[in-house]
């Protein structure tokens, strides 16, 4: 099986501007979970979906959104950059929504806000 | 509060040498704890956990709840062992992952 994909690998975006992030789960996992990571504040959830809908949500604004479509691809937006975003961007799937449930990694987004 | 501490930044050992990466939580209830490990230049991906009682590429971890501690332990270290090493826990209703800041283990030969 294809393992979690992400795109796009890097990113240069502008304070203020918006920027989508893509990632597409392993075939036939539902449940899709994204973190941010950055050397400072280390893996942080960001949100959790299940069946297109969001389960769990991290303590992030408003500016951090996200969605899931029928085929559990999701994408996740970030509206209104600012520096402090720059951040490696990472998805998880898994197959359930249950905790005890593997979940396998993509490589990441790596987004630099200028 | 949830929260995941791993008290080390970095552990260097020697090839050979025992390792233990320590792990201590904080959650009101019963965690699945994780270990997840980033390799150079590869993904995160999950070591062991403790539901399954077993022991990966040598590792092993016990759950300790009366001390609140999910230390990773290796008798020999091998230079392959190199990585950035997570601790992890979840509720078990969701797949939200709560993780420590990490311990990077340098292997040296």
């Known amino acids: 099986k294809a393992g979690v994909t992400q795109t796009p690998r890097y990113l240069i975006k502008t304070r203020g501007q918006q920027v989508t992030l893509s990632c597409s789960p392993i075939?036939?996992?539902?449940?899709v979970s994204w973190y941010q990571q950055t050397p400072g504040q280390g893996l942080q959830f960001l949100f959790e979906?299940?069946?297109?809908?969001?389960?769990n949500k991290g303590n992030f604004p408003g500016r951090f959104s996200g969605r899931q479509f029928s085929n559990s691809r999701s994408e996740m937006n970030v509206s209104t950059l600012e520096l402090g975003d720059s951040a490696l961007y990472l998805c998880?799937?898994?197959?359930?929504?249950?905790?005890?449930?593997?979940?396998?990694f993509g490589p990441g987004t790596r987004l630099l806000v200028l | 509060a949830q929260r995941v501490t791993q008290p080390e930044k970095l552990l260097s050992v020697f090839k050979g040498a025992p390792v233990e990466l320590k792990c201590n939580y904080s959650?009101?209830?019963?965690?699945?704890l994780f270990w997840y490990v980033q390799y150079s230049r590869q993904r995160l991906q999950l070591l062991l956990r403790?539901?399954s009682r077993e022991s990966i590429k040598g590792f092993t971890a016990d759950l300790n709840k009366g001390e609140t501690s999910f230390h990773l332990k290796k008798p020999f270290a091998q230079e392959e062992d190199s990585a950035m090493y997570y601790c992890?826990?979840?509720?078990?209703?969701?797949?939200?992952?709560?993780f420590g800041t990490g311990t990077l283990l340098a292997v040296q030969p």
């Open positions: 979906y299940f069946s297109e809908t969001q389960r």
């Open positions: 403790h539901i």
């Open positions: 959650y009101s209830g019963s965690p699945e």
């Open positions: 998880a799937s898994s197959l359930a929504l249950a905790g005890k449930e593997t979940q396998y």
């Open positions: 992890a826990l979840s509720s078990g209703a969701t797949n939200k992952l709560i």
């Open positions: 075939s036939g996992h539902r449940s």
